[in-house]
């Protein structure tokens, strides 16, 4: 299985800029870690991707975007956190949901596992004091839509965003995404080639499956044949940066009367991270040092 990786170009002269990110690893790692089913590896996926797509941009070495998904839907609460590197883990509240196909497309149905109305919240943390918050309605509940949605509303950039997720009976076979952004002298007619391009192009995991690199990928949905391309050898990963530390610290957080009344009713702590399912264990002599 080839690396996962994001590249970045530009199109007609510089007036319109692609990122496009094979994701494949990262989410299928996601499905493993998280026993997804098939429906919940697709909206984690998709996710994480986009997340992962966005991250990439992070000013700042510590720089890190959370994004948060509250659908209506019964997959309950998604949430995905990536660095400045692409370097992405999430977790989601219903891993286990699946739906029937949906009977529109045959296709997985994200969009009623997610539900129709809700928010999605965008966090970006670059070091300052307060992090950037934006929040924009759910428009469909098939991610795509509701980041291209954000991106219009929140940022005011248009933005073209493709996101999908192939899976089979062995696991993701496929998943990735791109985001095509207008500059502010993109001309109607560059608009216009990009729409045509758009319509003939299939969907990002089908090409991605057919065995397409990333920069023929950026050609067909932009229609242009002349990017310029700029290479990057970072590899983007899903990684949990979870310690015994970290998870002191959230311990520390509940006060001493609850450390207390935790070592007299179980005699121990057991904590799990949500993002990556590793247990950390903290005996009575560990939490009575916590109360020290």
Avoid at 58 to 64: D, P, Q, V
Avoid at 82 to 87: I, L, T
Avoid at 110 to 120: D, E, L, R
């Amino acid at each position: 299985m080839q690396n996962d990786k994001i590249i970045s170009c530009l199109a007609y002269n510089g007036k319109v800029n692609i990122r496009c990110i094979r994701s494949t690893n990262m989410v299928e790692e996601a499905r493993k870690l998280h026993d997804l089913s098939p429906t919940s590896t697709a909206a984690l996926g998709r996710l994480l991707t986009i997340t992962s797509l966005m991250g990439k941009e992070m000013k700042g070495e510590k720089g890190t975007i959370t994004t948060q998904v509250k659908g209506s839907g019964l997959i309950g609460n998604m949430t995905a956190v990536a660095d400045n590197n692409g370097n992405v883990k999430g977790y989601v509240s219903n891993p286990q949901l699946d739906l029937p196909l949906n009977p529109e497309n045959g296709k997985l149905d994200v969009g009623n596992a997610v539900g129709k109305q809700g928010m999605i919240y965008i966090i970006k943390d670059i070091g300052l004091k307060e992090p950037y918050v934006g929040m924009t309605p759910i428009v469909s509940g098939e991610i795509a839509e509701d980041f291209t949605n954000y991106f219009a509303k929140s940022e005011q950039t248009p933005t073209v965003v493709a996101l999908g997720v192939l899976v089979d009976k062995n696991g993701v076979r496929a998943a990735g995404g791109y985001l095509i952004t207008l500059m502010p002298d993109a001309t109607e007619e560059d608009i216009v080639k990009i729409e045509e391009a758009l319509k003939k192009a299939d969907s990002i995991s089908k090409m991605l499956d057919d065995g397409r690199e990333l920069v023929e990928i950026a050609e067909i949905v932009t229609g242009d044949q002349n990017l310029m391309y700029f290479e990057d050898d970072n590899i983007p990963q899903y990684i949990c940066n979870c310690s015994k530390e970290k998870m002191e610290r959230n311990l520390i957080t509940i006060g001493k009367d609850e450390i207390k009344d935790i070592i007299e009713k179980d005699g121990k702590a057991e904590l799990i991270c949500h993002f990556c399912n590793k247990k950390y264990v903290f005996s009575e002599e560990d939490l009575r040092k916590l109360i020290d």
